[in-house]
């Protein structure tokens, strides 16, 4: 059984040219790819709500209340009636 290869090995023997017409196409598609590449060194202001503190501080504002501790005295806890008759459910 041939393996992988040594198929590869006999391609290239047999056509060198094609292989380098590959590789050169390969080489001048990354140089072009390269050429497109900038780099960007202007001082901007960066977008702060793409930041991930933004975030959290905007939902600690909508939805992050102080805490609030309400003791009731009832003879049952587990009583509904009690939660609604103080607002609370």
Known sequence: MISPFEKI????????FVIGC???IMILIGIYG???VTMNTTIQTPDKT????YVYQDYRDNF???PI?????TGDVRDVNVMKKHRCA
């Open 34 to 36: 390269a050429a497109g």
């Open 64 to 66: 992050q209340a102080s």
């Open 69 to 73: 501790v309400m003791m009731v005295q």
């Open 50 to 53: 793409d930041h991930a503190s």
């Open 22 to 24: 590959i590789l050169i």
């Open 9 to 16: 090995n006999q391609f290239i023997t047999k056509y060198p």
